[in-house]
């Protein structure tokens, strides 16, 4: 199978920015395409990437905030419509604790624009108490907690070349990042703002870093950077904590694993 290969579709916030936009990340594991959140402009920026929604067959949401799943609703109608033939594989989208809940309240004011086959689109809601696996045909997925909102979760994907690429999504620190995150090839970390203007549910630079290095990650990426990021060397602050190989995100940067 060829090498899998991570790119970040938006490095950004809810912060509505040309440079940054909200947050999403592709990962390609062969010819299967995940998705992590969908922030506002990610269909845009895929586009850019050469890639069309028809080509996902995952989203996992690691929380409900709209910066978060904005698309999510956009996703759906423009799959539906004005042709909904175009998708020829099943697509299914995930998230944690209450995302069938969260699912349903959007269908109660979208109603069937969001109603597409089942063999077209399913949603899975994961466990949030603790850690979940799920063994899928090209991949492993496995979760914790987060740090961030009730709903929140991480990932650890496992490719069948036994690659292991972590996504914090939005998180403050907690071992379980530093648990899920252990040993892996590639860890795409949160770093909202810079170490002097730290804010309650996210992380800075070096304490993304210090979590790195205490997982022993290959290699870590900072992503949903805030403005104020783009004002400090945030990889110098990060240089405090960890010394292994680092990427400061860009919308578009691909990162082969
Ligand atoms: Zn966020
Ligand atoms: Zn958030």
Redesign the pocket.
């Known amino acids: 199978m060829k090498p899998a290969s991570v790119t970040i579709i938006g490095s950004g916030?809810?912060v509505p920015s040309l440079k940054r936009s909200s947050?999403a990340v592709l990962m390609e594991l062969g010819e299967t395409k995940l998705l992590f959140d969908s922030g506002p402009g990610t269909m845009h920026r895929l586009l850019s990437a050469g890639i069309e929604i028809f080509d996902i067959d995952f989203i996992f949401y690691s929380h409900f905030?709209p910066?978060?799943t904005g698309e999510l609703v956009p996703l759906i109608f423009a799959t539906k419509y004005p042709d909904g033939s175009r998708r020829n594989t099943l697509l299914t989208i995930a998230g944690g604790d209450g995302f069938l809940n969260f699912i349903n309240k959007l269908k109660a004011v979208y109603g069937d624009w969001l109603e597409l086959p089942n063999v077209m689109l399913r949603f899975l809601e994961l466990d949030r108490n603790g850690p979940d696996s799920r063994h899928f045909s090209s991949f492993a997925v496995e979760t914790m907690p987060m740090n961030h909102q009730a709903e929140s979760l991480g990932y650890r994907i496992t490719d069948s070349n036994g690659k292991s690429i972590v996504y914090s999504g939005?998180t403050d620190t907690t071992e379980n990042l530093v648990s899920l995150a252990t040993g892996a090839d590639l860890l795409i970390c949160e770093s909202a703002m810079p170490d002097t203007l730290k804010v309650p549910g996210h992380l800075t630079p070096s304490l993304a870093g210090d979590m790195a290095t205490r997982a022993n990650v290959k290699k870590l990426v900072l992503t949903?950077l805030y403005p104020e990021c783009d004002r400090f060397d945030i990889a110098s602050q990060c240089r405090q904590t960890y010394q292994g190989p680092l990427v400061i995100a860009e919308d578009l940067m691909k990162i082969e694993i």
């Open positions: 916030t809810c947050c905030h910066d978060h939005d949903h």
